[in-house]
């Protein structure tokens, strides 16, 4: 299939179809549809998901690790799960975010 998507998204199921995709169950995950104005700050935190998002517009800036990062239109994120970090929109940004329910075998 086409894409570049992360490992983690080519481990979802193939829609089949009459194009390429990989098809989300809602056992185990949840996709969701954000939209954040210009200027909104979330401060550093922690959550039990893992966390991957495509930016659709404008830019998200991510606080993780030490390092800031800064993701545009068309990059793909990842937050894992336990990891702490914080995120600012200084544009009008809208994102699709999977939030998968972390192995806990690992």
Do not use: C
Not at 22 to 50: C, K, M, N, W
Not at 56 to 74: A, C, K, S, Y
Not at 80 to 102: K, N, Q, S
Request: charged fraction near 25%; avoid cysteine; proline fraction near 5%.
């Amino acid at each position: 299939m086409a894409g570049k998507y992360p490992d983690r998204i080519r481990q979802l199921e193939p829609y089949d179809g009459r194009f390429d995709a990989y098809r989300l169950q809602a056992s185990g995950a949840e996709v969701l549809f954000a939209s954040y104005p210009a200027g909104t700050s979330i401060p550093a935190h922690r959550h039990d998901t893992d966390n991957y998002g495509v930016i659709i517009r404008g830019e998200l800036i991510l606080m993780m690790n030490g390092d800031t990062q800064h993701f545009g239109v068309g990059d793909w994120y990842h937050v894992p799960a336990g990891a702490e970090h914080a995120a600012r929109f200084e544009l009008e940004t809208d994102e699709i975010e999977f939030w998968f329910v972390a192995d806990k075998t690992n």
